[in-house]
């Protein structure tokens, strides 16, 4: 029953998308457990590049299976546009791609909700949210009024659902935040329209999952976003609605805990945020700019410059912690080539003391002081480097100092975008 998680161990933008795609070679089925297309996954192969926002990270390798959970907050155009973006280069999904019936999909009032509140300056804090509508889907979902997938199937159903949130909805949307939902016949039509679409890929998943386990097919589960960005663990109420740590795979597939064997964390060598919110190893000078021009960090589903900072082993300890990471997969360590000095932070300091764990409270994370140890750096390219041993013996210094701080292996080590660029140090599982 080889199940193995590959989930980001920051606040999203790790690689993740790269080294899924990767994997994805050594298994069945990739398959998406939360979150939604607030992801930006990228993937570069043969000098092209693609970014997937819901479709699993998979779908470039012509035999695999890719899934959409119930954990997974689907929105119908976003899901249409993606399946005819890969249709256009000669991806055929039929048959490679199932969605569960039990997803929550995303309405149109869903993402005027969220960029209204985050429009309302003073009234709600500014998280800073892709203004896709996952939060509000979210809430439905938990609120028990939100529409799934499987509503698509009885047309009459389906009314009957949207009857019942288009009133409160609309008049909610009107005096607070001023906008008018398109008329209900409307969305009812283009429900319908995405259900000519979808229901061809509609499955009880919980059911393929289950099965595929106990026909020992390898199942790779693939998290969007990051630890700190988990609603239940996360940096709170910086979070997105979902949770992002291993948690999320048994609730948002449908696999009991008993059958998870591997969870692999991705990290970058430094850190990045892209949003509102503490984040305790920000960089604000000349080294935070270099992180960002040398590593790219521009948002990958809205464009936004991501926020760079050290590497936080804080952070990284609490997603092991968290998830039961077995294995390390670090990125981007490329990035670093051109840095003389390199910093890892090693816990905070708030009012004098020295803090460990993962504060709950954002004052106090917004406010604590990063404790560093420095390394000498390399200043020797890394970029595209495919064997360990080829490495700078500082690099490798440093990555021995992460791996003994962190109390945890290295399985990969990402030298470039490229599927290519890659160190790989074993295997995903033990037969493979
Ligand atoms: P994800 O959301 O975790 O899949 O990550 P994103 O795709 O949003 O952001 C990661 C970015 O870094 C993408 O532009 C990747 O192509 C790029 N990337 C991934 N691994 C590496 C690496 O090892 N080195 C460099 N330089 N870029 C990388
Ligand atoms: P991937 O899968 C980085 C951030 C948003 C915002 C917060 C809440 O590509 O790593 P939301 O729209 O989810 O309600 O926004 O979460 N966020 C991400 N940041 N990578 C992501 O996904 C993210 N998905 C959401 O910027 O701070
Ligand atoms: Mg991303």
């Known amino acids: 029953m080889p199940v193995a998680v590959v989930l980001g161990m920051q606040w999203g933008d790790e690689g993740k998308g790269k080294i899924i795609d990767l994997l994805a070679d050594h298994v069945d089925v990739v398959a998406r457990y939360q979150g939604g297309h607030n992801a930006g996954h990228t993937i570069c192969f043969d000098k092209k590049e693609f970014v997937l926002h819901l479709i699993p990270s998979g779908i470039f390798h012509d035999d695999k299976l890719c899934v959409i959970g119930n954990g997974v907050v689907v929105d119908p155009i976003a899901l249409s546009e993606e399946i005819k973006q890969l249709e256009s280069v ?121 099965n595929l386990i106990s026909q020992n097919k390898n199942i790779l589960c693939e998290g969007a976003q990051g630890t700190m960005l988990d609603v239940d663990h996360g940096s709170y109420p910086f979070v997105t609605s979902s949770n992002s740590s291993a948690g999320g795979v048994c609730t948002g597939l449908g696999i009991p805990p008993t059958k998870i064997d591997r969870v692999l964390g991705v990290v970058k060598a430094y850190t990045t945020r892209v949003g509102e919110g503490p984040f305790p190893t920000e960089l604000f000078d000349n080294e935070g700019e270099q992180l960002g021009k040398v590593g ?58 020295v803090i460990q764990d993962m504060p709950a409270d954002p004052v106090i994370l917004g406010n604590c002081e990063p404790v560093y140890t420095e390394h000498e750096g390399w200043m020797e390219k890394t970029a595209g480097i495919k064997d360990f041993e080829k490495l700078p013996e500082k690099a490798r210094s440093y990555i021995q100092y992460l791996s003994d701080l962190l109390g945890t292996p290295f399985l990969i080590i990402s030298t470039g975008p490229d599927r290519e660029e890659t160190i790989q140090m074993g295997s995903l599982f033990v037969n493979s």
């Open 296 to 353: 790219h960090e521009f948002g990958a589903t809205t464009g936004r410059p991501r926020r760079c900072g050290w590497f936080d082993a804080v952070v990284a300890k609490y997603a092991i912690q968290l998830s039961g990471i077995d294995a390390l997969i670090l990125t981007k360590i490329d990035v670093l080539d051109g840095f003389k000095t390199i910093k890892v932070c090693t816990g905070y300091k708030f009012k004098g003391k």
């Open 90 to 210: 000669g991806i055929n999904l039929e048959g490679r791609l199932v969605i569960s019936d039990r997803a929550n999909l995303i309405m149109p009032y869903h993402q005027v909700s969220d960029q209204g509140r985050e429009k309302e300056k003073g009234k709600f804090e500014k998280i800073g949210t892709t203004g896709r509508g996952i939060g509000p889907s979210y809430a439905d979902k938990i609120a028990r009024i939100g529409i799934r997938a499987c509503d698509l199937r009885d047309e009459k159903y389906l009314q009957s659902r949207l009857e019942a949130n288009y009133e409160e909805k609309s008049q909610v949307l009107k005096s607070l935040y001023g906008k008018q939902l398109p008329k209900f016949d409307g969305l009812l039509n283009d429900l319908m329209i995405f259900r000519e679409l979808i229901l061809k890929y509609l499955m009880d998943t919980n059911v393929l999952m289950n």
